[in-house]
């Protein structure tokens, strides 16, 4: 009987010891090595966001991996988005790349300066902020539209000379397929 307590006492050790052993690993986020659902919002080891890249395989295929790309977050490192956050702020864990073109639906604008998401989810302030930013639009004064009038918001977001994306989630290859041309390039 004695035995057997031992037994259990090594097996709890060894036990800790490799869950503390596998959730430092887990700790250190390398965007490469994240699965597809994991990737989009995610933060790296080095505080680079990681993002979901798109591209075709030698059968013809679309495929996707993540990818670590250059935009630098300050203060977050090593994070994975929760799925909390991703639902309360609207956002689709799925979306390639990293783009401003959902600050255009006022959906989207509406729940990314809910309570929640803006109050509980830095991550999405963060990267949200900076891409109001760059279309000239200042993401705490178009959270406050948002909330007092919501065609303002939009107007605001217009009037900035963002320009709206994609109706639809189509590559250039489907829209072809579908005998819709994309749009052509701006001309300097």
Known sequence: MAMSF????IQLVLFL???FSFQVCLGEVICENLPKNQCAFAISK??????????V?????TEYQCRTSEVVVEGITDWIETDE??????ADRNAVGIS??????????????????????PNFVDL??????????????LCEDQRTNPRRAMIQLMSSGAAPGPVSGNTDEEE???????APAPMN
């Not at 956050?85 to 609207?90: E, F, K, L, T, Y």
């Open 6 to 9: 031992q037994f259990s006492k």
């Open 17 to 19: 010891a490799l869950t």
């Open 46 to 55: 080095d505080g680079k966001r990681c993002l979901i890249e798109n591209y």
């Open 57 to 61: 395989a030698k059968d013809g295929k």
């Open 85 to 90: 956050c991703v639902n309360a702020c609207g």
């Open 100 to 121: 401003s073109d959902s600050l255009m639906e006022s959906q989207f604008v509406s729940k990314l300066c809910s309570p929640y998401c803006y109050q509980n989810c």
């Open 128 to 141: 949200y902020f900076n891409l109001a930013a760059g279309e000239n639009v200042f993401l705490p004064q």
């Open 176 to 182: 072809n397929a579908e005998g819709i041309a994309p």
